[in-house]
């Protein structure tokens, strides 16, 4: 049903705003240098902030087509 469905969305939005803080988390936990992390972010700041809008807009456009 159209509930199912957008519950559904709701946790594979969550799960994708949730996993890269546990991703970082765990680099931290076992490790990595803030610096590290940091000068990572910095690198790959753009690529990574399309790779999000990219996933939210294919999730609008999902939700659009199927609800």
Known sequence: SDT????????????????????????????????KLADFGRRHAPALTLLGGMAMLGLSVALFVTL
């Open 4 to 35: 199912v469905k957008a519950f559904l969305y709701l946790v594979l939005f969550c799960a994708m705003s949730t996993v890269p803080l546990v991703v970082v988390f765990l680099l931290a936990y076992f490790g990595t240098s803030s610096k």
